[in-house]
């Protein structure tokens, strides 16, 4: 079976049993921004290379609101394929790519005179472009106390058991409880500041995690560094859903930000996730390689798409996995998966693919009524009662982020954590294992 052992305090995984045991889980001032439409008459001319532009209260503050671009697309592009957004970011120096996109989705860009909304939208020589970056609202937010489970932690990274429900970042309407508002207290910072148009935005996993990091800095290092990467103190370097539990990595410093960050666009990070699904897939192990990309008709939902990764603004996404468990005659099972990129929802999209969604998932299949009609065929009359009470009780998507390793950013060690599913978890697989239970055999597994 798959096996893991943590090792004291930090947990460092190894080779050993797979098993479910669970233990207890064990101040200032921070500033959030969000997009609104108030726009300065600051002005990018042609060619300027414009850096921000300054608050109207003459403070140090460069946060690029109301900047303005007007200027046509260099011929030098040739005929190459050139998308919006990455102009735009070429031409106005030290903008995210982030900031740009929402600008672009909010119509303030106008290409030959027209709106475009599209960020991949793609640009050609001789294009007239005329842009404005819209400027950000300040939102107010406290640190606050709030436990954290920590399973490692030096002077340059936090390795932290994230509880279900918990939100990663702070956003307008949701600016308290967040592991964000816990880290802060911990770490004891001064005021800072926080970028949300730089931050993941959805209410749970908002956009990949190289993509769209929030930046956190303390407010007297000088607004510039808001919009920079190289900035982020603490930093958020990648994020799980709200419903999901388990391990997420923090770097507390600018250099281990930086090397984590390259670590995740090189998919040199190791992640396994466990789940309890809706069925059991077919086969019982493999590698599902279907574009991820926002459902047309939900916003708050991806879809896996199957076809070119650039059809409906796809994303490529690959994910492996095995069943480790056939539960209850069949009706759900016990999966293990890997991730091979990070995008939004990916892995609750592609069991989704499989036709196994997450028990629990709502929005994606694995609703309450869905997951009675699979078991109550399969369980024994005098266990409807008990079934009916567990089934009521899921609130989340049953998705744990089991292991964690990555290279340290300093020392260049490779590091691994593992952290056992929570006590909602193990009690939904218990009842399960109950009903019945079948260990999928080494020799039914491909290489994962």
């Known amino acids: 079976m798959l ?20 233990r207890t889980l064990p101040s200032s001032s921070l500033f959030f921004y969000a997009t609104s439409y108030k726009f300065r008459s ?12 300054s608050d109207s209260d003459g403070d140090r503050k460069l946060n690029f609101s109301g900047v303005r671009l007007e200027e046509a697309v260099d011929s030098t592009i040739g005929s190459a394929k050139l998308r919006l957004d990455s102009w735009i ?22 290409v030959n005179g027209r709106v475009v909304d599209k960020a991949s939208f793609n640009v050609k020589a001789g294009d007239q472009i005329k842009c404005t970056i819209a400027e950000l609202q300040r939102l107010r937010a406290v640190p606050e106390n ?48 926080f970028s949300k148009d730089e931050s993941l935005s959805d209410t749970e996993d908002s956009d990949d995690e190289v993509n769209s990091y929030g930046s ?25 859903d709200k419903g999901t539990s388990g391990l997420l990595v923090v770097a507390k410093d600018e250099h281990s930000h930086m090397k984590l960050s390259e670590q995740f666009k090189q998919r040199t990070i190791k992640r396994v996730y466990v789940s309890l699904t809706a069925g059991v897939p077919s086969p019982v192990s493999g590698r599902v390689e279907v574009p991820v990309g926002r459902d047309l008709n939900n ?38 998966w890997k991730l091979e990129t ?9 069991a989704k693919y499989l ?18 009609s699979l078991l109550r065929p399969r369980t024994p009359i005098s266990l409807h009662g008990k079934i009916v009470q567990m089934v009521s009780r899921l609130d989340r998507p049953c998705l744990h982020a089991l292991t964690l390793g990555f290279q340290h950013p300093y020392t260049g060690e490779q590091v691994h954590f593992s952290c056992e599913p929570p006590v909602d978890f193990d009690e939904i697989l218990s009842q399960l294992r109950r009903i019945g239970s079948e260990n999928v055999s080494f020799s039914k597994r491909s290489n994962f």
């Open 216 to 240: 956190m800095t303390s407010s007297y290092e000088g607004s510039h560094s808001i919009l920079s990467m190289s900035s982020i103190r603490p930093g958020i370097v990648h994020r799980l």
């Open 146 to 193: 709030i436990p954290l489970d920590i399973v490692y932690e030096d002077e340059h990274v936090l390795v932290i058991n994230k509880p279900a429900h918990m939100v990663v970042h702070p956003a307008p309407g949701n600016t308290s409880g967040t592991l964000v508002n816990g880290i802060l207290h911990h770490f004891n910072l001064p005021n800072v500041e």
């Open 42 to 53: 600051t002005t990018a001319s042609a060619g300027s290379g414009f850096t921000g532009g």
């Open 89 to 110: 970011s070429s031409r106005i120096n030290g903008i995210s790519r982030a900031r740009v996109q929402s600008s672009i989705k909010s119509g303030l860009v106008h």
């Open 3 to 22: 096996s893991f052992h943590s090792c004291g305090c930090c947990r460092v995984s190894t080779s050993t049993a797979f098993h479910f045991q669970f």
């Open 355 to 372: 036709g196994v969604p997450l028990l629990g998932d709502e929005v994606y299949g694995g609703t309450k009524s869905m997951v009675l």
């Open 299 to 336: 916003r708050l939902r991806m879809t896996a798409v199957a076809g070119p990764a650039n059809s409906r603004n796809a994303r490529h996404a690959a994910s492996r996995y095995r069943v480790i468990e056939i539960l209850a005659g069949g009706s759900c099972s016990l999966v293990e």
């Open 342 to 350: 990070g995008r939004t929802h990916q892995i609750r999209a592609h």
